[in-house]
């Protein structure tokens, strides 16, 4: 939804003043913005409002964000941005895993999270498009070893048994199966994956999702077999 063909973001932060600080600038450069002051309200927010992107902090009253962005995720795909304080690698992990696109951390610069403001809202309504899309029919499912990528579907097997992954997850697995062998740096996935262009996206999302994925598919996440790292290229889905 829009209004006035401008897209609508929600911020769900309970210190006001930087939620309305927040919201004064997006306004700004021409976004609608409403914000929430617990996760509570902002979970009905998120479910009702038909926004086009979510800033979310972690530390809520009434609902923590990864509560709100689990319940937000069981029903719509719109793109969530954890906005926190906390910067714990098993926080930032934990947030991912919830469903979360990206995650960043207070302090930050607003020029900074307002170009992944952009790209998330580029990648989400289409601009954005990935190599996977480009597959012909009869690459619909791709094989790796065990691991079988499903286009149609959007889902991932290993052995015939699901692997639960976010969007984001399989947006990366899909990307790199459809690229298999080759090996592509943290900005470039950044910029294939997330649709950070100018590359304001923190590089250590793309670690995170790394040892998160492995974590899934691996038998020894400790000692990879699929998703492995080419050492000062990137990272890649080896052939089997």
Partial sequence: METNG????????DEKNIAQVLAYNIKKEGYDCTCAYDGETGLTEALTGGYDLILLDIMLPRMNGFEVCEKVRLVSQV?????TAREEEKDKILGLDTGADDYVT????FKELLSRIR?????????????RSALPAEEAAITVGELTIDTVHYSVTKGGEPIELSKKDYDFIAFLAANVGKAYSREALLEAIWGYDDYYGDIRTVDVTVCRIRNKIEKDPARPE???TKRGVGYFLAKH
């Fill in 106 to 109: 207070k302090p930050f610069s």
């Fill in 79 to 83: 793109p969530i941005i954890f906005v």
């Fill in 119 to 131: 790209a998330n809202i580029r990648r989400s309504s289409g601009e954005v498009v990935q190599a």
């Fill in 6 to 13: 401008k897209k609508r973001i929600l911020i769900v932060e």
């Fill in 226 to 228: 699929y998703l492995l």
